[in-house]
């Protein structure tokens, strides 16, 4: 049976074949395209629902809400009988690689956007959004990444504000920040794997919410 769950990078950074590479047991399948973004044109014929990770700011958790988001959309439908279901898409931090990030697009039903709890995150968030992401017509969603909650809620206050001001659409789910995700990009680690204890739970909970919330449990 093939997996539900297909995550794609079209990163030429790489950096999510470094991660994956590192995990033994992935839950999905996964394979590197950036050389080759028009082999995503196969993905139309599979039906299969096709999300698009997308900010042209750096660092902003592209690769973690992709693999993580993956890894719980996975673990959810191990038991389907319909194939393959979503595909996720993580992209490049760059302005210089626009073009693989519109080709992706091509093949999006939609596209998330995460972005951090910092005013340095706005500007280039609504660049990537106003030039490449409307014009296609997309639905897409913000996802506020990397909140730390001992921090307070101010930042996140403000960030929320940004958004819904921009009239941008908003997840209501907020994926926090845990060491956890840190360590494990390093030791190879996705969400479903991490060790049982009330913090990785916390931060399991994040991305199965916020999965719900984006409606990837079936068949959409
Ligand atoms: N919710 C989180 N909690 C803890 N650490 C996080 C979280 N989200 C991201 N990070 C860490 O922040 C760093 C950047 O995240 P990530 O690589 O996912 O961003 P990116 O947008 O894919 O970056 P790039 O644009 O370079 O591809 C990584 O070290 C990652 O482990
Ligand atoms: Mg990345």
Redesign the pocket.
């Known amino acids: 049976m093939p997996a539900a769950v297909y995550v794609v990078s079209i ?1 030429p ?1 790489a ?2 074949v470094w991660w994956a590479n590192r995990i033994t047991d992935l839950p999905f399948d996964f394979s590197q395209e950036h050389e080759t973004p028009e082999n995503l044109a196969i993905l139309k014929e599979t039906g299969a629902k096709v999300h698009v ?1 997308a ?13 993580n988001l993956g890894a719980v959309v996975a673990d959810v439908l191990s038991t389907s009988q319909d194939g393959l279901l979503h595909v996720f898409i ?5 302005l210089q690689d626009e073009a693989l990030l519109l080709e992706a697009l091509k093949y999006a039903h939609d596209v998330i956007v ?1 972005m ?1 709890p910092e005013g340095l995150a706005f500007d280039p968030t609504a660049r990537t959004i106003q030039q490449v992401i409307e014009p296609t017509g997309l639905p897409y969603r913000v996802v506020i ?4 909650p001992r921090d307070g809620t101010a930042d996140l206050t403000e960030s929320q504000e940004y958004i819904d001001a921009q009239g941008w659409p908003r997840a209501q789910t907020v ?12 030791e190879g680690r996705v969400v479903t794997q991490y060790p049982k204890n009330r913090v990785a739970m916390e ?1 399991r909970e ?1 991305f199965f919410r916020l999965a719900l919330e984006l409606g990837y449990g079936g068949r959409a």
């Open positions: 990163d950074q950096s999510t990770i900010n042209q700011k750096g660092g902003v958790g592209k690769t973690t809400v992709t693999l993580d992209s490049p931090g760059s995460p951090p990444n990397n909140w730390d994926v926090r920040r845990y060491k956890v995700h840190t360590r494990a990009s390093v931060a994040d």
